[in-house]
């Protein structure tokens, strides 16, 4: 029982590579990041198996329904807190609603959180990644949103806006000391596909 060092925690992010992701189509438009923003897919899902299947669905349906030229989205995260690369960080996301989503750092949770419980390991790390991204870009807390603050929407679900309402998500971003924040890994393409590989094959077990 001696003083365990705090390593910190490292959020892996699987690349876009290993989930098989498009290609963007192009039309970047370069902003810096000021804001995060939280959203859901709103759509029920339970089983996490089938995670890379929907994101790749999720693409394709914002590339070829939407016109958009990438995922709208920067990060992804599955039902079980996997972390996903969606579009480039250093280009706008997109939106269907009536907000500018320049300067947003994108985060969106798999689920309809009108519906479901946000899990506790998606919670888990939508707090890492809130927490690495405020540091890293020099992010105000008042400017770690909810898509609902920014639009009409219901997005990012009772559940999941509930933890942002009642100051959850702000506590546990402020509990993390400075230096000791989360830091942000890109796996390797093989990291990667060997992820999907268990996220995919995880039923079985
Ligand atoms: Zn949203």
């Known amino acids: 029982m001696g003083d365990a060092v705090h390593a910190g925690t490292s959020i892996e992010v699987i690349p876009r590579s290993a989930w098989g992701a498009r290609s963007s189509t192009g039309n970047c438009v370069s902003h810096t990041i000021s804001s995060i923003s939280v959203h859901h897919t709103a759509t029920h ?5 089938k995670s890379p299947k929907r994101l790749l669905s999720y693409q394709r349906y914002h590339q070829d329904n939407k016109g958009w030229a990438d995922l709208a989205y920067h990060l992804f995260i599955d039902l079980e807190g996997n972390v996903y690369a969606g579009r480039d960080i250093g280009c706008v996301g997109d939106t269907a609603t009536n907000y500018d989503p320049s300067g947003h750092l994108l985060i969106v949770l798999e689920g309809n959180f009108e519906k479901q419980p946000v899990s506790t390991k998606a919670l888990d790390r939508l707090v890492e990644l809130v927490t690495w991204g405020a540091k890293t870009y020099s992010v105000d807390s008042d400017k770690i949103r909810a898509h609902r ?14 933890k942002l309402q009642d100051g959850t998500l702000d506590a546990r971003v402020r509990s993390f000391d400075t230096g000791e924040e989360p830091t942000f890994r890109m796996l390797s393409q093989v990291e990667g596909q060997a992820r999907i590989q268990r996220i995919v094959g995880s039923q079985q077990k």
Not at 45 to 49: F, H, K, M, V
């Open 45 to 49: 899902s339970t089983d996490n198996t």
């Open 149 to 162: 603050d920014l639009a009409a929407t219901a997005c990012p679900g009772a559940s999941l806006y509930a």
